[in-house]
């Protein structure tokens, strides 16, 4: 498979190949590289950016992302998770959302700072 390294802006075109000492990358100008081409071809990953749903009609939703990459056929099931979420506020950005998402090893974070729920005065 061709793939260009996204490790660095350097954007090496990789070619990764199974042979019989195992995968074997060329293209990469470091082991970085390497690295990036082996774990491509063999288990993608990914990190996941979504939105989880909040009990608030003034922030309807807020944006989350895994902690670290994700393997691309987990991917759903973290989504499942998220979306399954309904948060109470407020929320501070970095703060942990599930812990060990889906046993991956990673968990989902907030990527935004949001306030309380203002309760509305009876009149
Ligand atoms: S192979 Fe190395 S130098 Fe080339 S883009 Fe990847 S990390 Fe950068």
Redesign the pocket.
């Known amino acids: 498979m061709n793939i ?9 075109r ?1 070619t990764v190949r199974k042979a019989a000492r195992g995968t074997v990358v060329t ?8 690295g ?1 081409g082996i774990q491509e071809a063999t288990d993608p990953k990914r990190v996941v950016t979504a939105v989880a749903r909040t009990s608030s009609s003034d922030w309807p939703c807020v944006p989350v992302k895994t902690s670290g990459p994700v393997s691309r056929d987990r991917i759903k099931r973290v989504l499942k998770a998220v979306y399954g979420l309904r948060i109470d506020l407020p929320v501070t950005r970095g703060d942990m959302c599930i812990k060990n998402v889906e046993k991956t090893g990673v968990s989902v974070v907030f990527t935004r700072t949001l306030p309380p729920v203002e309760r509305k005065r009876e009149e």
């Open positions: 260009v390294c996204i490790v660095c802006p350097n954007g090496c990789l293209g990469n100008q470091c082991a970085r590289g390497a990036y």
